[in-house]
């Protein structure tokens, strides 16, 4: 495989040429119009920010994106999937919410916005991955598989697990289901947090494994029969199911890499990084600390 040829600008600004103009002119040089983009389906995969959170993207560096590949015939869209953890983003109606609400909307951005992996984070397609080591077919957001063209905007920031988030993180944490997230971040099956368990018992109608029963009202994983397939944490409406969360951090960025592999393989794809506003923990958070270093610039391949 050959190496990539990555081209940088820095973020000074003059009054000729302003950082949107630099963000254009950037990806321009490193070669995105080279992509045939006509009539095809382009997924944007972005990080919409949690709510309270100040650090991520604007969506103004989307539009700039947007706005090359429309004009180059390209149906775009941004995207990403549901979150693993209970917070503002777990479902595709919070996270719409969650996007509007830090200026993420079709007349800023000038595109839609389509939430990978449904409505549950449930919606989702398993891609053979080959060569891998620890993941051998990934759960990929469904939306993000059916792009013709997956196009990367990443903010890179630090991470409490993986030492720092990029585009690796960005793509392939970021495009799995739910449960593709669960498979990552677990070497083993979710669990049942019994104060919160309602004994609903629709995660036992999901199981199609027949793992789930209820004992006092409340809800047991009988893990001899759980496949770890994550659909109980969709169908949860009281956040009671949680995932083991007991990986290494060697092996999470593993398989972070193996599931990058299924989301980029055998299809166009661009890069995008900008290292700015690097804060010491992701854009999951509903907050963020003081940048740990300078802003540096802004990078495509």
Request: overall charge neutral; some cysteine; charged content about 25%.
């Amino acid at each position: 495989m050959e190496k990539a040829k990555v081209y940088f600008t820095y973020l000074r600004a003059t009054p000729e040429l302003n950082l949107l103009q630099k963000l254009e002119k950037l990806v321009k040089s490193a070669g995105i119009e080279q992509i045939g983009f006509k009539n095809k389906f382009t997924a944007i995969k972005i990080h919409f920010g949690e709510p309270g959170n100040l650090a991520f993207l604007r969506p103004n560096y989307a539009k700039v994106i947007v706005d090359i590949i429309k004009n180059l015939g390209g149906k775009v869209f941004l995207t990403d999937c549901n979150t693993l953890y209970a917070g503002r983003r777990k479902d595709a109606l919070e996270h719409l919410e969650a996007a509007y609400e830090n200026g993420y909307n079709p007349f800023t951005t000038g595109c839609q916005i389509i939430i990978g992996d449904g409505l549950k984070g449930t919606d989702e397609m398993n891609v053979p991955v080959p060569c891998g080591e620890y993941v051998k077919e990934a759960k990929i957001g469904r939306a993000i598989m059916d792009a013709d063209i997956l196009i990367s905007l990443t903010h890179f920031k630090g991470h409490e697990l993986t030492g720092f988030g990029g585009a690796l993180k960005n793509i392939g944490m970021g495009a799995g289901s739910r449960a593709g997230k669960m498979e990552m971040h677990s070497e083993g099956k979710p669990g049942v947090k019994r104060e919160s368990c309602a004994g609903c018992g629709v995660c036992k109608k999901n199981c199609a494994h027949s793992a789930i029963t209820l004992t006092g009202h409340k809800a047991n994983i009988d893990h001899a029969k759980c496949t770890g397939c994550g659909r109980c944490i969709g169908a949860c409406h009281f956040n009671a199911i949680v995932a083991a969360w007991d990986e290494s951090n060697d092996i999470l960025n593993k398989k972070i890499a193996e599931y990058c592999w299924a989301v980029l393989n055998d299809r166009p794809h661009f890069h995008i990084s900008l290292v700015m506003d690097v804060a010491p923990f992701c854009d999951c958070h509903s907050e963020n600390d003081v940048p740990i270093i300078p802003d540096i610039g802004m990078f495509a391949s």
